[in-house]
């Protein structure tokens, strides 16, 4: 085999059934002599992905970068490659939903109490090997999943959405809710998203709610028992964020519309994924909600808030903003955060179109703007990966690497923060990216063997992205200097 | 034989024997201190209780050895997230069974754990102990924490508490390094470890590459290399404490790279001093805060010159092996996690290994905490799931022959009786 043939080969791996058009628009522009990647096909792929694959950048200009926004933004996810899939399968937990993983990781029905502190920290260690694939599997698809918008949009509600801190037994599920809340929606209808995850167990218990009731005695409201936590978190963060119009009346309101949303057995077939409506821990009285009256009806008096609340300007902005700095820059200008929030709120929602909107804009390929960014650990080591063209045959080092370069991700020990860019580029942070860089290149990392990929092929796939400079310094210096560099260091 | 009787008439004068070269100019008025020491503790002296020709040799691993590396926990999934670059792989080194390996660089010590002549202890630690080195060795010395440290009792080492517990005025000892652990013991015969291979360094992480980004950051100019330049320094200056702190925690004890080939003299030595209950030594180069390494690296090579060190010394003690326990332990152990340098920080639950032929070995002994979060000591520490006091209880009264009853004289906050059963056999 050529070397040619096998880099080919190599990128057909990659990218998997579509590999063979891959190589098509790769070898094309190569037997014209190559065409450079121009700076707003950078821009697409540096923002819409994890970073550069081999090949990637010379595909996407070959497309062009419209093409390759509308592929990300396409509704039918791409296969995902055979070594994926299979790193995927060797993690059973990831095909479990919410009430499985209950019954064969929870406590054990009658032992828990009995046994005490143990018997319970029993439970949290398996709670926590179950958390750790889910960790492992968001790594791997960031690294390998050719739907890598989505993934970025996983990554972005599973913080928004967020968990919080280990509490109780919600860790067991931060698996469960990524696949059953998140997932499904991460592209679509931010009502159904939002339902999803206010329905979802791992939400239920991480924020309270299960235990935001009201105790009826014969028929009435007897002894108030009002958790405000999730009330709070959900106006104040999910919804209309911070600066918004809501009151402390809005939170307690909030909060007695969603008394009785319980976790419980799957008692009828309504009652799926571990989420159960209890009438009779429901407040039934009417309540006044951001100025509008919502009717006591029970468990739809939810849906009704959380609908409200979607159509609301301050969440159309809120996450207008958010999805801004996520994919663009630490102070979005405020007329393209109106007009995505325009956008959210004419589709109802509709995250993909809001997506479109951001990566059209004008402002999405000014100058100012590419690169600029300090990558964050979870897109430096993906990125890294991804442009050495490796699959990690474990991906438990990396999941602690991570956590080492201060972003854990959810399911290791703490919860991931998706801070602002600027946080990365801490005085702190940035030697260990070099430290990290040099443990990369030699296969330090357990289950990352030393890459094969030279300097001069891993130069190719980052394209234009990689100065002269850092070419020159990586011709002595191999791959590390090429991964230790500012060029790869920002996107 | 003409030299040990000559030990003997020194001692029954209550001078010292002394080798040349390392002499240890300890007073014989120590012997007054032993006397109103054994009054202190509220008992009348006891006729000595040590079952002659039975031994105990301590070698204490000076700076910690790192616990996770010795045995590693390799069938815990958490393993190799918290080690990064310094886990081992699940088919490294010797299958200990309950998902623990040998490090590969023990090699030597697989066999004597196939002869079921070595216990493995993790997670072994003496709760409350002190965190930093000189904390630590003096908690070592002491037998007990800080805490629990009262009057004179507490101004003497255990190892000094001990002989005395066991032979009384007569007891001896053979020591290759000075530690206060056997302050107050009325006799003991120092062997000079020599002059020989010294402690290297620790690895550092990798300049020219440090080198070659700083040059790139700097032509980027701006806020990040700034940030970088602020941040190399600031790091270079952290690491520079670190290998500081490494190479004073190896004060003091015989470098490990010397250990390898002073075992084996040690070891005959104490085949021949079988009047000797104790022995004593400290090997130092454990504290790997920067570059421990994997299966390979610094911390494998000290692991290698420790393997050959017991290796060479149960060699050398011959068939006097069979009436000879060996414990080597570290004054604590280290970070769960590993640092940003690839190594580990000082840590509490570490490795006790327990060798002879008395010995019961063959298994992992003790219970295993886990490395969850929930699992560890403080969030960052493996926690102290054994005392070492409570093992060598058990050694000191099974093998030994200290009555039950004076487990407490040795270790003060152990209870009478409070020991790991069955250690030995």
Same mark, same amino acid.
């Given at each position: ?12 791996? %990659? ?157 067991? %599920? ?15 209808? $931010? ?23 009201? @105790? ?44 009785? %949303? ?64 996520? $994919?663009?820059?630490?102070?979005? /200008?405020?007329?393209? @955060? ?52 490796? $699959? ?6 990396? @999941? ?23 946080? %990365? ?60 560099? /500012? ?5 | ?18 080798? &040349? ?26 006729? *000595? ?23 590693? &926990? =390799?069938?815990? *999934? ?32 697989? *066999? ?78 120092? #062997? ?121 010394? #149960? ?53 295993? *905490? ?15 799931? =054994? ?39």
């Amino acid at each position: 085999m050529t070397r040619t043939a096998r880099f080919l080969g190599h990128v057909a791996a %990659w990218l998997g059934p579509a590999g063979l058009f891959a190589c098509l628009v790769f070898a094309a522009p190569a037997l014209a002599g190559g065409t450079e990647p121009g700076p707003d096909v950078v821009q697409a792929v540096n923002r819409l992905t994890y970073g550069p694959t081999p090949g990637l950048l010379d595909k996407a200009a070959a497309m062009g970068a419209a093409a390759f926004i509308d592929a990300q933004l396409a509704p039918e996810p791409q296969p995902e490659p055979p070594e994926l899939e299979r790193a995927l399968a060797a993690l059973p937990t990831l095909h479990k939903d919410t009430v499985r993983l209950f019954r064969e990781y929870g406590p054990p029905a009658e032992e828990g109490r009995a046994e005490g502190p143990e018997a319970m920290r029993r439970t949290f260690d398996r709670a926590d090997a179950v958390a750790l694939e889910a960790a492992k599997a968001r790594l791997l698809r960031a690294v390998a999943s050719p739907n890598q918008l989505a993934e970025l949009m996983v990554a972005f509600w599973c913080e928004h959405l967020g968990l919080g801190p280990k509490k109780g037994l919600s860790h067991l %599920w931060i698996g469960s809710y990524e696949r059953e809340a998140i997932r499904p929606h991460a592209l679509g209808n $931010f009502f159904d998203l939002l339902a999803a995850t206010a329905m979802h167990p791992a939400m239920l218990m991480a924020q309270d709610n299960w235990k935001n009731v009201v @105790v009826r005695e014969a028929g009435k409201p007897a002894k108030d028992s009002i958790d405000a936590t999730y009330a709070a978190v959900l106006l104040n963060r999910q919804t209309l964020g911070p600066g918004g119009p809501q009151k402390p009346a809005d939170v307690q309101a909030l909060a007695r519309i969603l008394t009785g %949303w319980r976790v419980g057995a799957a008692r009828a077939d309504s009652d799926t994924g571990g989420f159960y409506f209890d009438a009779e821990r429901h407040d039934p009285s009417d309540k006044t909600l951001l100025g509008q009256r919502i009717k006591g009806t029970g468990f739809g008096e939810g849906a009704a808030a959380l609908r409200l609340l979607v159509e609301h300007p301050a969440t159309a902005k809120n996450i207008s903003r958010k999805l801004a700095v996520y $994919f663009l820059t630490d102070d979005p /200008p405020p007329a393209l @955060v109106a007009r995505l929030a325009d956008t959210f709120q004419k589709t109802g929602g509709d995250i993909r179109q809001t997506l479109r909107a951001l990566f059209t804009s004008p402002e999405f390929q000014d100058d100012k703007y590419r690169g600029g960014r300090v990558k964050s650990p979870l897109r430096q080591v993906a990125s890294a990966l991804r442009a050495l063209g490796a $699959f990690p045959a474990d991906a438990a080092g990396l @999941v602690g690497t991570l956590a080492a370069l201060g972003q854990p991700l959810p399911g290791d020990a703490a919860e991931g923060a998706l801070a602002p860019a600027a946080q %990365w580029a801490k005085a702190e942070a940035l030697p260990r990216r070099v430290s990290l860089a040099g443990d990369l290149a030699a296969g330090r990392i357990a289950g990352f063997p030393a890459p094969t990929a030279d300097p001069a092929a891993l130069a190719r796939t980052l394209g234009p992205t990689l100065s002269p400079a850092v070419r020159q310094a990586a011709e002595r210096g191999g791959v590390a200097v090429i991964l230790a560099s /500012p060029d790869f260091v920002r996107y | 034989m003409r030299r040990r009787d000559a030990l003997r008439v020194l001692a029954g004068l209550g001078a010292l024997s002394l080798m &040349p070269g390392a002499a240890l100019a300890k007073k014989a008025d120590r012997k007054g201190d032993a006397k109103s020491e054994a009054k202190a503790g509220g008992r009348e002296p006891v006729k *000595p209780s040590w079952r002659e020709g039975k031994q105990l040799v301590v070698v204490l691993l000076q700076g910690g050895p790192d616990g996770l590396s010795m045995a590693a &926990p =390799t069938a815990d *999934p958490l393993y190799a997230v918290l080690r990064p670059t310094t886990a081992l792989t699940a088919e490294a080194g010797t299958d200990l069974g309950n998902g623990f390996r040998l490090h590969p660089a023990l090699t030597l010590l697989a *066999p004597l754990y196939a002869r079921k002549q070595l216990a493995v202890i993790p997670a072994c630690a003496m709760p409350g102990q002190g965190a930093t080195h000189a904390a630590a060795l003096a908690d070592f010395a002491a037998g007990a924490p800080a805490a629990q440290r009262k009057g004179k009792a507490g101004a003497a080492g255990w190892l000094g508490r001990l002989a005395l517990a066991l032979g009384g005025e007569r007891s001896q000892m053979v020591v290759a390094s000075q530690s206060e652990a056997y302050d107050g013991a009325p006799h003991y015969a120092m #062997l000079a470890p020599g002059r020989g291979e010294s402690l290297p360094g620790l690895p550092v992480e990798d300049q020219t590459l440090f080198d070659a980004a700083g040059k790139l950051y700097g032509q980027a100019g701006g806020s990040l290399a700034k940030a970088f330049a602020a941040g190399r320094e600031a790091r270079q200056e952290q690491l520079a404490k670190l290998l500081e702190e490494s190479r004073r925690a190896a004060a003091g004890a015989v470098p490990a790279p010397h250990f390898a080939e002073f075992g084996p003299r040690l070891g005959k030595e104490l085949a021949r001093r079988r009047d000797a209950a104790l022995g004593f030594v400290a090997v130092g180069g454990f504290d790997t805060h920067s570059g421990q390494g994997a299966a390979k690296g610094y911390l494998a090579d000290r692991l290698r010159d420790l393997g050959q060190g017991l290796a060479g010394m #149960l060699a050398g003690l011959g068939p006097a092996a069979a009436d000879t326990v060996v414990v080597a332990l570290g004054e604590f152990g280290r970070t769960a996690r590993e640092n940003a340098f690839g190594g580990t920080d000082n840590g509490l639950g570490g490795v006790m290994l327990v060798l002879g032929g008395p010995v019961a070995g063959g298994r992992v002994v003790g219970p295993w *905490p886990g490395l969850a979060g929930h699992r560890l000591a403080g969030g960052r520490d493996i926690a102290a799931a =054994t005392d070492w006091r409570e093992a060598v209880a058990a050694i000191a009264v099974s093998h030994l022959g200290l009555p039950e009853k004076r487990i407490p004289d040795i270790f003060p906050g152990l209870g009478p009786g409070q020991m790991l059963g069955g250690l030995v056999g």
